[in-house]
């Protein structure tokens, strides 16, 4: 069975910083193309950010292209999400999420096989 457990969220000023961490449990991450997501209240859950099994091929939602950077790390089992120059409208609840196969749709939520508790993101003006 599949675990992933985020970290990193807490409540950041405008213009901040914050990176994320998903941790992979139960299989090699590696095996596993890796996405964020988040849902602020009210709102459906929307993608954020992507990565290939190897890292090789990245995907970005245009609303954190440029801000956002998404990285993986195979050896500690873990995924990344750095996220710079914040804004009280990235306020929402991340999650990671893995998709587990040889063919991979980057941006769908409904794709993805495992998903994370979530951490929050909170983003004070």
């Known amino acids: 069975q599949v675990r992933l457990v985020e970290s990193g969220g807490r409540l950041v000023q405008a213009g901040g910083s914050l990176r994320l961490s998903c941790v992979a449990s139960?299989?090699?991450?590696?095996?596993?193309?890796m996405g964020w997501f988040r849902q602020a209240p009210g709102k459906e859950r929307e993608f954020v950010a992507s990565?290939?099994?190897?890292?090789?091929?990245?995907y970005y939602a245009d609303s954190v292209k440029g801000r956002f950077t998404i990285s993986r790390d195979n050896d500690k089992n873990t995924a990344y999400l750095q996220m710079n120059i914040l804004k009280t409208e990235d306020t929402a609840v991340y999650y990671c999420?893995?998709?587990?196969?040889?063919?991979?749709?980057?941006?769908?939520?409904?794709?993805?096989?495992?998903w994370g508790q979530g951490t929050q993101v909170t983003v004070s003006s």
């Open positions: 139960g299989q090699d991450i590696s095996t596993l193309a």
């Open positions: 990565i290939s099994w190897k890292g090789g091929t990245v």
């Open positions: 999420a893995g998709e587990d196969g040889s063919s991979w749709s980057p941006t769908l939520p409904g794709e993805y096989d495992y």
